[in-house]
């Protein structure tokens, strides 16, 4: 990793790590509904000039256009409404460590559904560690008000939508030939549009419009939705899928950090250690697609290096939006951010 690379992944996980709050901000004066209808309109806003200005080519074929829509309702709409709504009852930083469950729930769910038909033994463990910290968590001997109420579980389900949105994108986006500014864009906008058909029938109470609010949706729909995903592409594009991912393990420190010292929140040794739990098992979960790679590097040099297609197998979970949807390389980075 070169040191040029480090101020773009750091301003990254603060972008993305930040959406929690944002979201906790924007909830204090709008429904959840509100503000997820809102963060995926502007953030498609923020993407489509983009598209424009570089003249990529966007999907033309309704069928294309109905698996897009599938992908939004599981990688953008659902998983931000979730997190939203449960933002009303725990604490950001709470949101931000569930949702770095995210691609321990991939790794199981292609397991389950046989799009990864096997595990090695360090995925083993990094299911088992991180099931182990997810329980820790939540640690429901203690309370049965805890963290493991309606709030939590919203999260949990957020996290995995996740899951499933970046199993379908990987099996059904990922390799059509369209740039991941190009199908994040798209399907920002198909994400926004069912948000926008269940506006009228959510009952949603009247907004108490403050500074604080209007600033949080701002900040969370242009930059959480909208610039991370290019400064995501950008470092893509000029140090690889690899690298960009690293902001995965970033975004729950992010996240306690601004809840605690921003917010006043107060986050459990349990929660802490589950956390820490919860990265190791993600790590340990990626460790047979980084070993595999490297010996196939050793097999056929750097040319051929550039050839090897992403497979069910590599499937990892950690893809756009996030979340950043959008072909193979766009989705590697994005699992953590979850509520961006």
Known sequence: MRQSVLPRLALLALIWGSSFLWIKLADRGF??????????????????????????????????????????LFANALPYLLFALAEQSVGSSTAGIINATTPLWTVLLALAVRYQRSVTGWQGAGLIAGFGGTLLIFSPWHSAAGVAYAGGLECLGASVCYAIGYIYMDKFLARRGLSPIALSACQLLAAALLLALALPVSGARAPHVSAASLAGLAILGVLGTGIAYVLNYQIIASEGATVASTVTYLLPVVAIVLGVVVLGETVTAAALAGIALVLIGVALTRRRQK??????????????????????????????????????????????????
């Open 31 to 72: 429904p959840p509904v509100e503000v997820t209808f809102a963060r995926l309109a502007l953030g498609a806003a923020v993407l489509f000039p983009v598209v424009l200005v570089r003249r990529e080519e966007v999907p033309r074929s309704a069928a294309f256009w109905g698996q897009i829509v599938v992908a939004a």
């Open 291 to 340: 070993t595999a790679t490297g010996r196939q590097a050793r097999r056929t040099g750097p040319a051929a290096m550039k050839k090897l297609p992403s497979t069910r197998r590599d499937l990892d979970g950690t893809a756009a939006g996030a979340d950043p949807p959008g072909n193979r390389e766009g989705h590697e980075a994005a699992g953590h951010e979850g509520a961006r």
